[in-house]
């Protein structure tokens, strides 16, 4: 009987531990719970984290990135005028020579010799004519003799002109300032006509040469600076425009347009490639947003707005577009702080936390 008793207790014991350590497990599961909920209230609560943006008004320009080349000044190619052998070559590769400056030497020696004959020739049609006209003076010849002599000593005269310019072709000299090319004949070659002896590029100027689109050929204006790079240094250069296509190339669409840069230090060369940004037009107290910060949307665009903590849907529509801005025209102020970053999360009246603002 007594030990019935002690096995009632005993069990009786074991049961109430059972019975208190599930009620024990059952609290902390609930304010596991209980915690777990508020974390997530609290999250809800401090909203999605998003970058902003403050809107702000500043000068706005349109910009266009094409490719253009460098074109020399003048550049011409110094060729022969006649089939004669070079005797003399009085100038070096890459020289900078002025205008008259004597470049190549042909062959003249038989042209020297027709010219000495014409001038003998020319002495003794000369004396003819002042002894007839001495004779005309006296009544002594007739007036027929003295025209025939007088018309001989002329056409000597032209002669030995005629024969002058073709000894000055034997001289080739330089048509204007400028840095000489390759030279491609030596004393003893024997060129004709429209060999090319060298050529001759005048790079104190450097042209820039490029097609701008039909759509913006209008917003070219002359006497504008454009700005330009080429591949061989990061220095950025300024050409002013001088020039342009009177009409639109039929297969591109593109109007030609020529300007022009200093290269006093020869630092440009032609035949480079330029990269130009052209500056098209500009908007002067313009609304802008980073790019990332427009979305598509039924009537055309449209951004998140942080207001008071929460998002805002708005329609914008937007004017020029550049490589990292967008113009807005209506739907923002200034001061409006537009959202650029976690826009798939967002929805309208969702709560958000900026990270940053710029």
């Known amino acids: 009987m007594k030990r019935q008793v002690t096995l009632f207790k005993s069990g009786l014991y074991a049961l109430l531990l059972a019975t208190g350590g599930s009620l024990l497990l059952q609290a902390c599961a609930s304010k596991a719970n209980d915690k777990e909920a508020t974390a997530t209230a609290a999250a809800a609560t401090a909203g999605i984290p998003a970058d902003g943006h403050i809107v702000k008004t500043s000068s706005f320009s349109d910009e266009l990135e094409i490719t253009g080349s460098l074109v020399a000044n003048q550049e011409v190619s110094i060729v022969s005028e006649l089939p004669r052998k070079v005797v003399q070559v009085h100038v070096k590769e890459g020289n900078v020579v002025n205008t008259g400056a004597l470049l190549f030497q042909l062959d003249d020696a038989d042209l020297q010799a027709q010219l000495e004959r014409l001038r003998q020739q020319e002495k003794l049609a000369a004396l003819n004519e002042a002894r007839l006209k001495d004779l005309i003076e006296h009544d002594a010849a007739v007036q027929q003799d003295y025209d025939q002599a007088i018309t001989n ?206």
């Open 153 to 358: 000593l002329k056409v000597l005269e032209a002669e030995i002109r005629a024969l002058q310019v073709t000894i000055a072709k034997t001289r080739i000299r330089a048509p204007f300032d400028g840095r000489i090319g390759i030279i491609r004949a030596y004393p003893g070659a024997l060129v004709s006509p429209n060999t090319e002896l060298t050529n001759i590029v005048d790079d104190s100027r450097i042209k820039v040469e490029f097609q701008v689109p039909e759509k913006y050929a209008h917003l070219i204006r002359m006497n504008e600076q454009q700005a330009f790079t080429v591949a061989s240094d990061t220095t950025l250069y300024h050409a002013t425009v001088i020039a342009k296509e009177s009409q639109i190339d039929a297969q591109t669409r593109t109007l030609l347009i020529r300007a022009i840069t200093p290269n006093a230090q020869r630092a440009l060369v032609p035949g480079q490639s330029a990269r130009l940004t052209l500056a098209l037009r500009t908007a002067d107290n313009a609304l802008k947003i980073p790019s990332q910060a427009l979305m598509p949307s039924a009537k055309g665009y449209a951004v998140y707005l942080a207001k008071n903590k929460a998002v805002q849907f708005t329609e914008v529509q937007i004017g020029q577009r550049g490589a990292y801005d967008v113009q807005i025209l209506k739907g923002l102020s200034a001061g409006d702080t537009v959202i650029t970053s976690n826009l798939l999360r967002l929805t309208p009246g969702a709560n958000v936390e900026l990270v940053t603002v710029k």
